[in-house]
């Protein structure tokens, strides 16, 4: 059952129907999931183009929680449920008579799970939970963009969409142990933590050197060459991130004065000389177009592309095509509409769309017996 909002938690539950779980989307009368009408609404009747992307394969009922008989029509859907996920901020879903304890007094085995921007307990477990606010505490904003520039937000909102990730793994863990033992369990993550989880490489400098690391624009913490290089007409990506590759990209680029240069002659310098590095290879980039970059670079054996964006990879790009990445499907009131595919690609059970974003209310009387 998806007690869920706006991103993080409406994208785990989306996650967990795509994989063919049967979500009902509780969401309060007359507004529904605020989301439902945001910035991107085309016009009054119709739910936003972000509703639909992140609530494919779910039903859904409306439920004044605060009310007895939102409680009681709550309570029917939680005869047959396995899972809650929820993410109101700590302490609303208690207040609500819906958080985990009143839950497990009418369903002992159930797996309940919450979202929030930086958890339930600790020093700012009561601040409200935003994306952007998760990654300049969590660190994602003091290592993104070029160093000395002011700060730049990750481009993809990794605090909401990873924290969605993240509680479907622990559900899926959870409910696998509810398989073997018949316990169920509360388990709950954050924004905040998923931006956290993701600084691998960040944390490891930290830990290593005892300094904060900082921004590195496009550059790899740990490898030279591995960023963006300037061409003719734009930008190659150049991954040649250990000895044999970089050997390769020298030969490719009629470089290979530069793998016996002191200056480069092993990670550790070329990282301690990356200008140096990078003037040199856009230098010589500087006549090639990026499409010849890529095609010589990867006839070379080395790790190359180009920087495309969302038209160029949505509207045509044939690998995205090839891997079932835009999936369309038939809307009562929006027509023919086009979302992200499952990005996992399961052998017996593979992910489809079985049902469209649900209309607000949609399946009250099917799940709910109203009239």
Same mark, same amino acid.
């Given at each position: 059952?998806?007690?869920? /909002?706006?991103?993080?938690?409406?994208?785990?539950?989306?996650?967990?129907a795509d994989l063919g779980a049967d979500v009902i989307k509780v969401e309060p009368p007359g507004t529904g999931d605020q989301i439902r009408s945001s910035w991107d609404?085309?016009?009054?009747?119709? @739910?936003?183009?972000?509703?639909?992307? $992140?609530?494919?394969n779910k039903r859904s009922v409306t439920l004044d929680l605060r009310s007895e008989e939102g409680k009681r029509g709550f309570r029917t859907l939680l005869a047959e449920a396995d899972v809650v996920v929820e993410n109101f901020r700590p302490g609303v879903a208690d207040r609500l008579g819906v958080g985990y304890e009143a839950v497990r007094a009418v369903r002992p085995g159930i797996v309940y799970a919450s979202i929030s921007g930086f958890g339930q307990y600790g020093p700012y477990a009561g601040r409200a939970g935003y994306d952007l606010i998760a990654q300049s505490m969590a660190g994602s904003l003091s290592v993104t963009g070029e160093p000395g520039a002011p700060p730049v937000?990750?481009?993809l909102p990794v605090g909401d969409l990873g924290a969605g990730m993240l509680c479907a793994v622990g559900?899926?863990?959870?409910?696998? +142990?509810?398989?073997?033992?018949?316990?169920? /369990?509360?388990?709950?993550?954050? $924004?905040?933590?998923?931006?956290?989880a993701m600084s691998v490489w960040e944390s490891t400098e930290y830990f290593s050197t005892g300094r904060a690391p900082?921004?590195?624009?496009?550059?790899?913490?740990?490898?030279a060459p591995y960023q963006a290089v300037r061409t003719a007409d734009g930008h190659v990506t150049i991954a040649a991130n250990?000895?044999?590759?970089?050997?390769?990209?020298?030969?490719?680029?009629?470089? @290979?004065?530069?793998? %016996? %240069?002191?200056?480069?002659?092993?990670? =550790?310098?070329?990282?301690?000389?990356?200008?140096?590095?990078?003037?040199?290879?856009?230098?010589?980039?500087?006549?090639?177009?990026? %499409?010849? =970059?890529?095609?010589?670079? $990867? %006839?070379?054996?080395?790790?190359?592309?180009?920087?495309?964006?969302?038209? /160029?990879?949505?509207g045509g790009d044939p690998h995205a095509a090839a891997r079932g990445m835009v999936e369309e499907y038939e809307h009562p009131v929006s027509g023919r509409r086009r979302v992200l595919g499952f990005p996992v690609k399961l052998g017996r059970t593979p992910s489809?769309?079985?049902?469209?974003?649900? $209309?607000?209310?949609? +399946?009250?009387?099917?799940?709910l017996g109203e009239t």
């Open positions: 059952m998806d007690l869920t /909002q706006v991103m993080a938690g409406p994208f785990c539950t989306m996650l967990l609404t085309p016009e009054p009747g119709h @739910d936003s183009p972000s509703f639909h992307a $992140l609530n494919r937000k990750c481009g559900i899926l863990g959870a409910y696998v +142990h509810r398989r073997r033992t018949g316990e169920g /369990q509360y388990l709950e993550t954050s $924004l905040y933590e998923a931006v956290l900082g921004p590195l624009g496009s550059a790899h913490r740990m490898s250990n000895q044999r590759l970089w050997e390769r990209l020298c030969g490719a680029l009629g470089l @290979d004065r530069l793998v %016996d %240069d002191e200056r480069f002659a092993t990670n =550790t310098a070329r990282m301690a000389h990356r200008p140096e590095l990078i003037a040199l290879l856009e230098g010589r980039l500087a006549a090639e177009s990026t %499409d010849a =970059t890529v095609a010589k670079l $990867l %006839d070379a054996g080395v790790p190359a592309g180009p920087i495309l964006d969302y038209e /160029q990879i949505l489809r769309v079985r049902r469209h974003p649900p $209309l607000l209310g949609e +399946h009250n009387r099917e799940l």
